[in-house]
């Protein structure tokens, strides 16, 4: 199994600001992966970071407004950019082992 | 495109009884598939994964069953209980890629006391 964590839990943001959110896995993995989560919305991969390389973005995501950084097999973060009211989503971290595993989410509201 | 449906999306009963939640994709060729319970403003909390060569797995009151013929998956929740209340979904790899995964829509289920 996996154990992570996200720093910070929540947070409130003006318009125009900028986010990182970080992820904290307890053992080593390949990729992680950013999904967001709109309100009442399921949930939509943002991207895949790998160690060592640059991140891979899914349709409708791009590297200038979620900035990715994976400096170990450990640790990301995200960075959600020049933040509007409609990034106000949950933004959770997620490894795959055998199966998936989420940190607690990162609960942002922008005003 | 790996779509996947869940039905129906939202759900209220009786605390003690039986329920089913469905899970439908379209991409039959899949490596496993794996629900979650979410509480609302929270993470996702695994609670069965099946794998493509396994029919059902079971978990305390949980039960998962897999049809991959049928692109079906059905989580059957015996004598449920007021805890049970969160959104359930269903994840499977999206087609042509183990490590994607695609998510369901999700169930909202509430358990009346």
């Known amino acids: 199994s996996a154990v992570i964590s996200q720093k910070p839990s929540r947070d409130i943001c003006q318009r125009g600001t900028s986010l990182t959110i970080q992820c904290q896995v307890d053992s080593q993995v390949t990729m992680m992966f950013w999904y967001r989560q709109q309100p009442g919305q399921s949930l939509t991969l943002i991207a895949t970071a790998n160690q060592g390389s640059e991140a891979t973005y899914e349709s409708g995501f791009v590297i200038d407004k979620f900035p990715i950084s994976r400096p170990n097999l450990t640790f990301s973060t995200l960075t959600v950019s020049n933040m509007s009211p409609e990034d106000s989503s949950i933004y959770l971290c997620?490894?795959?082992?055998?199966?998936?595993?989420f940190g607690p989410g990162t609960r942002l509201t922008v005003l | 495109k790996q779509e996947v449906t869940q039905i129906p999306a939202a759900l209220s009963v009786p605390e003690g009884e039986n329920l089913v939640l469905n899970c439908s994709f379209t991409d039959s060729a899949i490596y496993n598939l794996q629900w979650f319970r979410q509480d609302p403003g929270k993470g996702l909390t695994s609670l069965l994964l099946i794998q493509s060569s396994q029919r059902e797995q079971t978990s305390g009151r949980l039960n998962a069953s897999l049809d991959k013929s049928s692109g079906r998956s059905t989580l059957y929740i015996a004598a449920s209980q007021p805890g049970d209340s969160a959104t359930y979904l269903c994840?499977?790899?999206?087609?042509?890629?183990?490590?994607?995964?695609?998510f369901g829509t999700g169930t909202k289920l509430q358990v009346i006391p």
């Open positions: 997620s490894v795959r082992l055998n199966e998936q595993f």
């Open positions: 994840a499977v790899p999206s087609s042509g890629g183990y490590q994607k995964v695609t």
